[in-house]
């Protein structure tokens, strides 16, 4: 099966680190996969959002046109994506920020990211939550590749930060 991922938010959520950890775990499970970022003109607080094809099979182009996976970190991102995603598509949703329903077909899942971060003590780590809840519905990405990942990212004096990004990837798989 071939994944064609949209990860869409404003810049400052963490949009490109979801898609670049999720690609890079794809890659270290032997799918190839792309990642294509993609800023607004503002960068911290513009539109941001990156393409993934994670796959199998050879990837042909990193471009994702029509999702059959969509993350939503915010309400700007969910009145432009949402209706190019096909109607049997699997959608998440940062309920925390996002009050709107998905009114299709397909697999919808409410995640409410922002909420867990703080129930954590961590705000910033809404994204790994959703990182976790795609982790869990998409159910191809395993939990120690995703840590071991976030452990080689996080080292030496940065080290407190993979147990903290762990904890939200727990927690964010617990909300699928």
Same mark, same amino acid.
């Given at each position: 099966?071939?994944?064609?991922?949209?990860?869409?938010?404003?810049?400052?959520?963490?949009?490109?680190?979801?898609?670049?950890?999720?690609?890079?775990?794809?890659?270290?499970?032997?799918?190839?996969?792309?990642?294509?970022?993609?800023?607004?003109?503002?960068?911290?607080?513009?539109?941001?959002?990156?393409?993934?094809?994670?796959?199998?099979?050879?990837?042909?182009?990193?471009?994702?046109?029509?999702?059959?996976?969509?993350?939503?970190?915010?309400?700007?991102?969910?009145?432009?994506?949402?209706?190019?995603?096909?109607?049997?598509?699997?959608?998440?949703?940062?309920?925390?920020?996002?009050?709107?329903?998905?009114?299709?077909?397909?697999?919808?899942?409410?995640?409410?990211?922002?909420?867990?971060?703080? &129930? +954590?003590?961590?705000?910033?780590?809404?994204?790994?939550?959703? %990182?976790?809840?795609? *982790?869990?519905? /998409? !159910?191809?990405?395993?939990?120690?590749?995703?840590?071991?990942?976030?452990? &080689? +990212?996080?080292?030496?004096?940065?080290?407190?930060?993979?147990? %903290?990004?762990?904890? *939200?990837?727990? /927690? !964010?798989?617990?909300?699928?």
């Amino acid at each position: 099966m071939t994944h064609e991922l949209l990860v869409a938010g404003f810049g400052g959520q963490g949009v490109m680190a979801i898609g670049k950890l999720i690609a890079q775990a794809a890659v270290v499970q032997g799918m190839n996969a792309t990642w294509l970022p993609s800023y607004g003109a503002e960068v911290r607080g513009g539109v941001a959002n990156c393409c993934c094809v994670l796959s199998e099979e050879e990837v042909v182009t990193p471009v994702v046109t029509e999702p059959n996976e969509l993350i939503v970190m915010n309400e700007l991102s969910f009145c432009k994506y949402v209706p190019i995603a096909p109607p049997d598509s699997m959608v998440l949703v940062n309920s925390s920020i996002v009050s709107r329903r998905v009114e299709r077909r397909g697999r919808t899942i409410y995640v409410p990211c922002n909420d867990v971060a703080n &129930e +954590l003590g961590y705000p910033k780590t809404a994204n790994m939550v959703m %990182v976790g809840a795609y *982790a869990a519905a /998409a !159910g191809f990405l395993e939990m120690d590749t995703l840590r071991n990942l976030l452990r &080689e +990212l996080f080292h030496g004096p940065k080290e407190r930060l993979a147990a %903290v990004n762990e904890k *939200a990837l727990q /927690a !964010g798989a617990g909300c699928v």
